[in-house]
């Protein structure tokens, strides 16, 4: 018997799934607008891409959830004069909820209802920052391998002329003394940017079963004891998350330089930074270069409403010695990489005025915690 005889007499036997037990298993966004542009039906994941329930988004129009000037908008009007589907890739989709989004479009006429349209949306994102995720990565290594060199090559001559500097310092005239202190001064001040290089060495660890609540809450306790302790903090988690395949001291790491940025990122007085945990379902990566694929379901995000990153930073910010503070190191986020690239994660963000967001996906353990493991 054909597959599809086979297919007809189940479907005698057994009722078909509704249309919209299909659309809610894919787990790209989905959305019918119809012919006045009002939206008539979402699937699961448009609501999970907005950030609004179904409820709330069937009957608004699409205007209404992104600017006019959006180019969806004139690809939906061709698909609509031309009643044939279109695909655009790499459109930019941008709103103060979801943020600045990267996406591949399909827009299709529905046949049953004229003017009516199927707009499907596919974040093409992801997979970007994973290539982007890669040359962090040995962007790192780089760092790691010029500490290793500038360590030997010249740490240790600098020893010998600070020591010098200082038994000059004893007997030189005091017109002079000022000049062995500015070379002692100096040759302390490149051993100190050796030594936060060093920082970037490469640690091996176990990875094992960390409870990334118990990092966040630790994380947040040392904040607002010091350099947070003009912000108000919100927590939004998902109590039902598995645990995070990784290691937990560096995993601190990671979101105290997060929480830290954010931090002083934020206004003086009415400054917010907001903890978030949720499960992706269906993210799976494939790595550049080999038949293994990563699953990336844990998502940990640290949001802030400060005045936002400059755009002209954006390609480069996790690039080592690239930052925004007159007084940093540009290292902070370039470590985030390394060590959440340690873990087989990804890290991104968006940024606009009041909302900077930086996601951390991380993959997670096959089984729970022990009770004694979550304690």
Known sequence: MS??????????????PEPVAV????????MVLDEEGFVAQVNGAAEDFFEVSASHLVGVELRDLLPGDSPLFSLIDQARQTDAPLVEYGMV???PRIGRRIMDIQVSPLPERRGWMVVALHEQSIAVKMGHQL??????????????IMAHEVKNPLSGIRGAAQLLEQYCAPDDRVLAQLIRDEADRICALVDRMEIFEQLPFEPGPVN???????????????FASHVRFVENYD?????????RDQLIQVFLNLVKNAAEAVPSEGGEIILGTAFQHGVRLAVPGSD???HLPLMITVQDNGAGIPPDLHEHLFDPFVTTKSSGTGLGLALVAKIVGDHGGVVEFDSQPRRTVFRVMLPMVQQDLSEEEAE
């Open 3 to 16: 597959k599809k005889l086979a297919y007809v007499g189940r479907a005698a036997s057994a009722p078909m």
């Open 23 to 30: 659309l809610n298993a894919l787990v790209s966004p989905v």
């Open 93 to 95: 989709l941008d709103n």
């Open 135 to 148: 040359s962090h990565r040995n962007s790192a290594r780089s760092v790691s391998a010029m500490a290793a």
């Open 212 to 226: 990334i609540h118990s990092v966040l809450e630790h994380v947040r306790r040392i904040a607002t004891a010091g």
């Open 239 to 247: 109590p039902s998350l598995p645990a995070v395949l990784g290691n």
């Open 292 to 294: 293994s694929r990563v």
